[in-house]
């Protein structure tokens, strides 16, 4: 994953709207009163801990309580807002790209996390692997590089063109079909689907504050001065209002495209 500075207050800005996918996710998993009683999960690229404290209240049920629940990041400063946190959960930082657990996994759950690590194609068995027989991948990331939101930062940054495509080649997924492919050699019950959420912002400049906390970051970060940084950002806003514009109501509705996945792995 990329090592450029995550700000939990800023990414915490669209805290419902992030979390939102999230709970969709965790809806269609099965829960101890349906019989699934995990003992082991795992929350990769948990952030701030608010997706993790999610799995906490779904798992940690009379019927399981001493579940072990773990949240994994590479930022320390997402950890260090999580640990504040009072729910019994482990918080470790590491690398997802070279993280292994110490003991077999019933849930590896992923949030909006997996973009920023490469090559799903080795990543998606590499992490089926960590599961238990019947236990599950539940990953969700968001789909939406080819909407205007993420377009216009390169035509924003044309006159640094080759440090913006460096940068935005971090955040690569593949087709539906290609996570198909890779999970069903491990996996049976593959369940994919993609769901557009229609964001009710309120701000200034939203889809700006939307992507500054996430996608434009190693943008950001790859320009050459705080003076290109102000002309990108300027040119990048002013797209950006003239493609989302505010109603008269002051509400911009931003349209965001996520693609969930659940796969199980077949039983030995």
Known sequence: MTNTHWDPVRYGLFGDERRRPAKDLIARLPKPADGFVPRH??????????????????YRTPENPDVRIVGIDSSSEMLETASTRGENIEWQQADIAQ????????????NAALQWVPEHAKLFPRLTRFLRPGGLLAIQVPNNFLAPSHQLIGEAGIEWRDAVAEATQQIRIMRPGDYFDVLSPDCDAIDLWQTQYCHVLHSEDPVFDWTSSTA?????????????????????????????PPREDGITLFPFNRLFMIARKRDA
């Open 216 to 244: 434009l970051r190693p943008v950001l970060a790859a320009l050459p001065d705080d003076n290109a940084r102000a002309a990108f950002c300027e040119k990048y806003k002013t797209r950006l209002k003239q493609v989302y």
């Open 99 to 110: 993280w292994e657990p110490d003991e077999p996994i019933d849930i590896l759950f992923s």
């Open 41 to 58: 999960i795992v929350d990769l690229g948990c952030g701030p801990g608010s997706i993790t404290a999610l799995l906490d209240q779904a």
